[in-house]
């Protein structure tokens, strides 16, 4: 309990002091590399106090400066950070409306351009899709996790199409991502951080340039095939 209380206090404290900085300065200069700098950082510092051994496979075939969509299964909630930080990329996110009611954090996702979508308000979750479709067709790679929330057992739970959607829109390659063991961190509903492995393992991109909308679940089962292949529990 006494390690998980310090990540949180670290972080907190790490968000509330460096993010007006970092904030400051995107602002007065206009690029927002310091904030994706300073949440590295802050990853990586939480992600040792937790005892996190993380392991990533599969990145090396990916393209410097190829646009893609990331898409993954979701364990648990370090899921995020950890993806963001094994990509070693500036990423934009689709994340769930309720993540941007988060002091401080939420200006900076707004800054950096996070989507946020309503899960519960299809009109508004398809221009929030079309948003982030504009913005990977500008050249801005996006993660998102398309079970929509995070598996209360472990499975690979039923996916949402409108990344999908996007990632057609956009004609950008999607890269299915397997997390496995972050559930074993700290699993939903839990307080308390758990150290241990956690690997991830990024397949072979998937073009979309050359398919319509009428392809979108044929794109879903590929991408859920791919996860698939490298989780214990299926």
């Known amino acids: 309990m006494v390690r998980t209380t310090l990540v949180y206090a670290f972080v907190g404290l790490f968000i509330s002091i460096l993010g007006p900085i970092g904030l400051a300065w995107a602002l007065l200069t206009g690029r927002t590399g310091i904030l994706y700098d300073l949440s590295r950082i802050c990853i990586r510092i939480a992600g040792w106090m937790c005892g996190i051994r993380l392991q990533v496979r599969g990145r090396d075939s990916l393209v410097p400066g190829q646009t893609y969509l990331f898409l993954s299964n979701h364990q648990g909630n370090f899921d995020g950070p950890i993806l963001f930080y094994a990509t070693g990329r500036d990423l934009r996110a689709v994340v769930k409306k309720e993540m941007m009611k988060i002091p401080i954090l939420s200006t900076v996702f707004r800054m950096v351009e996070f989507v946020p979508i309503d899960r519960f308000d299809p009109l508004r979750a398809r221009a929030?899709?079309?948003?982030?479709?504009?913005?990977?067709?500008?050249?801005?790679?996006?993660?998102?996790?398309?079970?929509?929330?995070?598996?209360?057992?472990?499975?690979?739970?039923?996916?949402?199409?409108?990344?999908?959607?996007?990632?057609?829109?956009?004609?950008?390659?999607?890269?299915?991502?397997?997390?496995?063991?972050?559930?074993?961190?700290?699993?939903?509903?839990?307080?308390?951080?758990?150290?241990g492995p956690v690997d991830i393992v990024f397949h072979a991109p998937i073009a979309t340039d050359h398919i319509g909308q009428e392809s979108r679940d044929h794109l879903l089962q590929r991408v859920r095939d791919s996860i698939l292949e490298c989780l214990p529990d299926r």
């Open 128 to 195: 929030s899709i079309d948003r982030a479709a504009r913005l990977l067709s500008r050249g801005y790679s996006f993660f998102a996790f398309p079970e929509g929330t995070r598996s209360r057992d472990g499975r690979l739970g039923a996916f949402k199409k409108g990344v999908f959607v996007m990632a057609i829109k956009a004609g950008v390659p999607v890269v299915p991502v397997t997390i496995q063991n972050s559930r074993t961190i700290q699993p939903p509903g839990r307080y308390r951080i758990t150290p």
